[in-house]
């Protein structure tokens, strides 16, 4: 079993920056693939970024340049740096592991986190 919780949402001028971050209980933190995604109102969640557990990323395009996933597995903590933010980017923001277990891959969510944008 693995546990999210995320942390560092909150209210933001256009052109700002946020950090969130997201600790997973467990051992097996370092073999788990992570993601962060958001939820905008009355929209379906969407990739934003992720992380391999070798430490490969990927980005939504509407956040390359601007976004940067990193890991730091010492702490079991995923990062999303966020930076000139836009309005658009108001949203829920959801940590995802994808652990391997038992021959499988789970997958987990955070309760997510509130980022607001104001412009």
């Known amino acids: 079993q693995v546990q999210l919780v995320e942390s560092g949402g909150g209210l933001v001028q256009a052109g700002g920056s946020l950090r969130l971050a997201c600790v997973a209980s467990?051992?097996?933190?370092?073999?788990?693939?992570m993601g962060w995604y958001r939820q905008a109102l009355g929209k379906q969640r969407e990739l934003v970024a992720t992380?391999?557990?070798?430490?490969?990323?990927n980005y939504a395009d509407s956040v390359k340049g601007r976004f940067t996933i990193s890991r730091d597995n010492a702490k079991r903590t995923v990062y999303l740096q966020m930076n000139t933010l836009k309005p658009a980017a108001t949203a829920v923001y959801y940590c995802?592991?994808?652990?391997?277990?038992?021959?499988?891959?789970?997958?987990?969510w955070g309760p997510g986190t509130q980022v607001t944008v104001s412009s």
């Open positions: 467990g051992k097996i933190f370092s073999a788990s693939h």
């Open positions: 992380i391999t557990s070798g430490g490969s990323t």
């Open positions: 995802l592991a994808r652990t391997p277990l038992y021959g499988d891959l789970y997958a987990y």
